[in-house]
Structure formats: structure tokens, C-alpha cells
């Protein structure tokens, strides 16, 4: 399957040259009443559609840039805080990348 990630531009030239670091997205604060996988597991996230991963990097500022990659349908998981909209591919190593998409083209 083909999934989206959201980053910021100081961060394509690295991402390009080296792929997408897994992440375990490392502990926030958040409501209670949200579930998370953020800081339980390590994978790389991507959003379903590009749009959303578009919307994503708009919504945190600065100059967004997003990335297609490939996951492996039997390696992937709902990401319960995008209500199905977005996965978390379970994986320990770098993912080969390609940008898609810069807010400033």
C-alpha cells in the first residue's frame, strides 16, 4: 500500500537521502479520553489519501512537505487518533521515500 507523510522542508534533504526514520512519535500530553499509539510502538506514519497528509503538514505550520512510501499491507495499523484515516507501518529501519509534494512548488 502507498502512504503519505507529512514533514517540514528542513527535513526533505535528509528524508531524500536517507528515507523515513521509524519513530515511536515519543510521549505527549494529551486528553485522557484520546487514544494513542504515540511512545507504545515503532513505525513510520502515513496518512491513506495525500490530501490528508497535505491538510496535516498545513495544520503544523511553517513550510510542509509530503512524502509517498510503501508499506507492506501485513506490517500496517490503524492510527486510532485518525479514525481510520491513517496507518503506522511497523518497522525498525528506514523507509525509502519520495517526495510528492512542497507547500511552496
Known amino acids: 500500500m502507498i502512504l503519505y507523510h507529512a514533514s517540514q ?3 526533505a534533504e535528509s528524508i531524500m537521502e536517507y528515507g ?6 515519543g510521549a505527549r500530553l494529551i486528553s485522557p ?11 513510520v506514519y502515513g496518512f ?13 505550520g ?10 507492506d499491507d ?3 495499523i490503524n492510527d486510532p487518533e ?14 525509502p521515500a519520495r517526495l510528492v509534494w512542497q507547500q511552496w512548488e
Open 9 to 11: 522542508y528542513d527535513n
Open 20 to 25: 523515513l526514520y521509524p519513530t515511536d512519535g
Open 74 to 76: 501485513d506490517y500496517t
Open 62 to 71: 511553517g513550510d510542509g512537505v509530503v512524502f509517498s512510501f510503501e508499506a
Open 48 to 60: 491513506l489519501a495525500l490530501d490528508d497528509a497535505i491538510n496535516f503538514a498545513g495544520d503544523n
Open 82 to 95: 485518525y479514525d481510520k484515516e491513517a496507518k503506522i507501518y511497523l518497522t525498525t529501519i528506514p523507509v
Open 33 to 43: 479520553s484520546c487514544d494513542t499509539l504515540q511512545g507504545k510502538i515503532m513505525g
